[in-house]
């Protein structure tokens, strides 16, 4: 955080330092060094501007620090494969969203540091990112409507999507997906779930949750 912000603030310095000129510049008919005055302070502009957006979509995250509860999810049926999902975060407010099929997963992203960026003394941060519901039918999956729905705010320039798609860019950034592991639907379930540095973990936490698993268990075997 802070070597972002010191580099927003540089850069911001250079943008105007190189700007403040141009206007003499121009003035006195030295249109060659105005142009390359203007040049130097957009390229100083434009990486504080990318310093400034990679800043907010860090301090987005919330930090990780060995298992840590993230979230409770109970589920209400609706009618037949239909439910509503009610997603409890510490802080916001609960979430009531229609979820469909016979199973749900919740799925994050997660960033790590590994050298040079350890150096910086950073804890891993994570941002839930999906629910989704699924069918245990293959044939199912392939005809019924799913349903699908985006827990992350997006952002001009994130830096989980960032680490992924431009590795080389973001060197010491480790960008990944912990994944709760599909569990069943059942009426009046109810969820606890925790995130460590490797994977989202569902757990049941009342009866109703404890039977659905279990008779789901049964069926897998």
């Not at 109970?74 to 609960?94: I, K």
């Amino acid at each position: 955080m802070i070597w972002l912000v010191a580099a927003a603030c540089v850069f911001s310095i250079l943008a105007l330092l190189f700007l403040r000129p141009v206007f003499g510049q121009l003035r006195r008919g030295r249109f060659v060094r105005a142009t390359g005055s203007i040049a130097v302070s957009a390229s100083a502009a434009a990486l504080a501007t990318a310093a400034v957006l990679v800043c907010m979509s860090y301090v987005s995250y919330k930090r990780l620090v060995a298992e840590k509860p993230v979230a409770l999810i109970e589920f209400s049926r609706e009618s037949g494969n239909e439910y509503t999902a009610r997603l409890m975060l510490d802080g916001e407010l609960d979430r009531m969203l229609p979820i469909r099929g016979d199973e749900w997963q919740l799925d994050a992203r997660v960033l790590t540091w590994k050298p040079p960026a350890t150096i910086l003394g950073l804890d891993p941060v994570y941002q839930l990112e999906r629910l989704s519901g699924r069918y245990s039918s293959v044939d199912r999956e392939l005809t019924e409507p799913r349903t699908v729905h985006s827990l992350a705010e997006e952002r001009p320039l994130d830096l989980w999507n960032l680490a992924r798609e431009y590795p080389s860019w973001t060197p010491g950034v480790d960008a990944f997906y912990g994944t709760a592991t599909y569990l069943p639907l059942a009426d009046g379930a109810r969820f606890s779930i925790t995130l460590s540095r490797d994977a989202l973990v569902a757990r049941p936490v009342n009866e109703q949750a404890r039977q659905a698993v279990g008779t789901w268990g049964r069926k897998q075997e």
